[in-house]
């Protein structure tokens, strides 16, 4: 069965420091998102990644794949206090018959202090 | 355009009671997925419809149950209720069954049982 972990599970970091987050998978996947969770909220959709090599980038989130290494990053440059919030990353699972589901990792809990 | 509405958004129910929640999809999207978050747990995919028909369903025991109707909203029904089933019931909707359609999330249900 499909399992994707991350790390860290807890970052603390400083305003305007740069640090990555990571998410790794089991299986063969093309597609993995990205969410943002703030605290008793839904879950935001930030980055879908469709292909390998594929890049995205939003203000100072940048998330990128690859399929080979069964690897996902999400990098922060010059973080602020407003990115605060828990990131996941999902991976579809393929069911028998062709219907899927998400399948999320543990979350990573992000605090930016001033 | 309306996001995913999800009603109850809190509920407090005695343990052996009985509850159903109800998610109403974004207007056009057929396809609707009910995940269950906790904190020792995670997110965890509970079942998906579309057009009235359940497609997959995740690892919870027959108390755990769902339904579509034909304008695509959903409801899920949990009997017997436990402790454990205190969780955050998020629902997500997409245009047709995934793959390659984005899910969207709801605010969620927060269920609690005492």
């Known amino acids: 069965e499909l399992k994707v972990e991350q790390n860290p599970l807890f970052l603390s970091m400083q305003e305007g420091k740069n640090y990555t987050i990571y998410c790794n998978y089991s299986?063969?996947?093309?597609?993995l998102y990205w969410y943002r969770q703030d605290p008793g909220k839904s879950l935001e959709s930030l980055f879908v990644?469709?292909?390998?090599?594929a890049v995205k980038q939003e203000g100072r989130l940048m998330a990128s794949l690859d399929t080979k290494a069964r690897l996902s990053t999400l990098h922060i440059t010059a973080a602020v206090h407003d990115l605060s919030a828990t990131y996941f990353c999902?991976?579809?699972?393929?069911?028998?018959?062709?219907?899927?589901?998400?399948?999320f990792g543990k979350g990573t809990k992000l605090t930016v202090n001033p | 355009k309306a996001g995913v509405t999800q009603t109850p958004r809190y509920l407090i129910k005695t343990r052996g009671q009985q509850v159903t929640l109800s998610c109403s999809p974004i207007?056009?999207?057929?396809?609707v997925s009910w995940y269950q978050q906790t904190p020792g747990q995670g997110l965890q995919f509970l079942f998906e419809?579309?057009?009235?028909?359940?497609?997959n369903k995740g690892n919870f025991p027959g108390r755990f149950s769902g339904r579509q109707f034909s304008n695509s909203r959903s409801e899920m029904n949990v009997s017997t209720l436990e402790l454990g089933d205190s969780a955050l019931y998020l629902c997500?909707?997409?245009?047709?069954?995934?793959?390659?359609?984005?899910?969207?999330f709801g605010q969620g249900t927060r269920l609690t049982v005492v």
């Open positions: 990644l469709l292909s390998n090599g």
């Open positions: 419809y579309f057009s009235e028909t359940q497609r």
């Open positions: 997500a909707s997409s245009l047709s069954p995934r793959p390659n359609t984005e899910a969207f």
């Open positions: 299986t063969t996947s093309d597609r």
């Open positions: 207007s056009g999207h057929r396809s």
């Open positions: 999902a991976v579809d699972s393929v069911f028998q018959g062709g219907s899927e589901k998400l399948v």
